[in-house]
């Protein structure tokens, strides 16, 4: 039983009170929901502080992977069947847009708190299981890179205006209320806070991807 609770049952309890001393408790009863709502909120931005923390790890490690190089080593493919810096950042980029669509639709739906016990994937597993790389998926069609991308600094402008909207999405997100929204995905059941933060553990997934073709020995030296 929260505060406000016991204050009511205390008021509703009393003889009857003077005028003055009833607006004093209303003004208790007020402070005190004032003060829980502040809680509330700090413990909600902790944890969209931490959802947002992990967007720009992995927007930092992009960056610092891809950072100066030249068109031949964007293009550069360790075998024929093998995607290129290039395409792994186009295929990247598309996905952000097209997972966050798919996460949008998932929250827009009533919140569902009654589900989570169903979760048993823990935010740790999620990120583990999509940049575990010794595990090799085939990309849908319509995320099928072509290598478009012949510099870097095209390739971050397009990856940040895909990424933006959806921090703007999380700094005005209530975490307690994405976690309410469950839905289902291949691993499981997720809540609305996963389905997230698998934006950034595929873009994180990938980025392993170039670091693995950059370590190719047959990488261009410039």
Avoid at 53 to 68: D, H, I, R, S, W
Avoid at 153 to 174: E, G, H, M, S
């Amino acid at each position: 039983m929260n505060m406000i609770a016991i204050a009511s049952i205390a008021t509703a309890s009393l003889a009857p009170l003077s005028a003055k001393s009833r607006l004093l408790l209303e003004q208790k009863n007020q402070n005190i929901a004032l003060i829980l709502k502040k809680q509330s909120i700090k413990r909600n931005y902790v944890g969209t502080d931490s959802l947002l923390q992990y967007f720009n790890q992995t927007t930092a490690e992009l960056e610092k992977q891809v950072a100066g190089l030249s068109e031949a080593q964007l293009q550069f493919k360790p075998a024929p069947d093998k995607w290129s810096i290039s395409q792994c950042l186009e295929h990247i980029i598309r996905s952000e847009r097209m997972i966050f669509d798919m996460a949008k639709k998932g929250l827009d739906q009533d919140p569902q708190p009654e589900r989570r016990k169903e979760i048993k994937m823990t935010d740790d597993n999620l990120k583990n299981a999509l940049t575990d790389r010794s595990h090799k998926y085939q990309a849908p069609k319509e995320l099928q890179p072509e290598g478009i991308y012949k510099n870097v600094k095209t390739a971050l402008t397009d990856f940040n205006a895909a990424r933006q909207p959806v921090l703007d999405y999380i700094k005005k997100a209530d975490a307690e209320d994405l976690r309410n929204h469950v839905s289902d995905s291949p691993t499981g059941p997720i809540d609305g806070y996963q389905a997230l933060m698998f934006i950034a553990a595929h873009c994180a997934r990938h980025t392993k991807q170039i670091a693995e073709i950059k370590a190719d020995p047959n990488f261009p030296k410039q």
